[in-house]
């Protein structure tokens, strides 16, 4: 039987099979004796096989290929991975400027990784009904920057609804994992798209202008589904998909927020491919090979110096270059 993984608890495996059913699965045993140096080798939007047992759970068997993921080191285990969401059309990085503020650090090395695994991104700015006169300046600044690379760009607020008719056409038809630091409001976001599913949400610390953890787990939500349907006290859409099959066109995955950005399976010298703009001024560096920290002649440097690429983008490129070279593995995945 096949179906499609909407739901990762960390031990169990929400299975939306292809005829409409939702099963409980868990890893078979010698499943993860295949080389997976991931922190969790099944992760959502993988399709999968399952076997069922008579307790009316399953065993998955199986991952097909994937087309494409959102990965990530993983935190804890350095030289290990952490897919965030698999067989994706898009990723919307939710950024707060203020409330908590996200680094161009962390914008840009999500944006690589995402280009390394061709996964198209929408930077969506939250919380801009909260921002000041000198913020939404900052906040504008911005979309001008990452609009001019080519990246779409969308100024919302999940709390009063302002920018959400412009959001859903972006998202139709689509699997969508949204993702961000911690505290960002997607949550809140996703309540307002699907109303309804009631996703818990908490306030930001005030004492470090951080977000708290409030999304766990990792879950696939269909955006045709039907408010009406749910319960009035329901965290989730698991017991309400009956209706639903793997083949529904629009879904959101909702993620766990989290605070850095850890570059995985990166050789130094693809990084430079992974910044768009970057990658344009390249082709007219002297050298071939150029790393664009210190040789002669190189047209990045030059660029920035010119101010056609942002101080902060080449800022991001060099942490990343300078982010120590683990073990590679690419041949896991």
């Known amino acids: 039987m096949k179906g499609l993984v909407i739901k990762n608890t960390g031990s169990w495996y929400t299975v939306l099979t292809d005829e409409g059913q939702t099963i409980e699965s868990k890893i078979k045993g010698n499943f993860r004796l295949k080389g997976i140096r991931s922190t969790n080798p099944v992760a959502v939007g993988d399709r999968v096989v399952i076997i069922t047992n008579q307790e009316g759970t399953a065993f998955i068997t199986e991952i097909e290929e994937r087309r494409n993921y959102i990965i990530r080191k993983s935190p804890n285990l350095s030289k290990q991975s952490h897919i965030i969401a698999a067989n994706v059309d898009q990723a919307a990085l939710i950024i707060t400027v203020n409330y908590p503020e996200t680094s161009t650090t962390f914008i ?186 210190h040789e002669p002649g190189c047209a990045v440097r030059k660029a920035i110096e010119d101010h056609y690429i942002a101080e902060s983008r080449y800022r991001s490129y060099l942490s990343m270059l300078e982010d120590k070279d683990e073990s590679k593995y690419r041949e896991a995945f």
């Open 108 to 293: 840009d090395r999500f944006l690589a990784s995402a280009e390394a695994y061709r996964v198209p991104v929408i930077l969506i700015f939250n919380k801009t009904d909260l921002l000041n006169a000198d913020e939404r300046h900052y906040q504008e600044m911005m979309i001008t920057l990452y609009e001019s690379i080519g990246y779409p760009c969308l100024s919302v607020s999940a709390a009063t609804g302002e920018g959400i008719d412009s959001l859903l056409p972006m998202l139709e038809g689509k699997i969508t994992v949204f993702s961000g630091n911690s505290g960002v409001g997607k949550s809140t976001l996703l309540n307002k798209l699907v109303p309804g599913i009631n996703l818990r949400t908490s306030e930001i610390s005030d004492a470090h202008n951080m977000g708290m953890h409030t999304t766990t787990f990792s879950e696939m939500i269909p955006l045709t589904s039907h408010p009406s349907s749910l319960t009035p006290n329901s965290k989730s859409l698991t017991s309400h998909l009956s209706p639903l099959t793997s083949n529904n066109t629009t879904w959101l995955i909702d993620t766990p927020g989290i605070k850095g950005f850890g570059t995985f399976d990166m050789e130094p010298e693809e990084i430079c491919g992974y910044f768009k703009e970057i990658f344009r001024f390249s082709k007219d560096c002297r050298f071939r090979n150029c790393t664009h920290t």
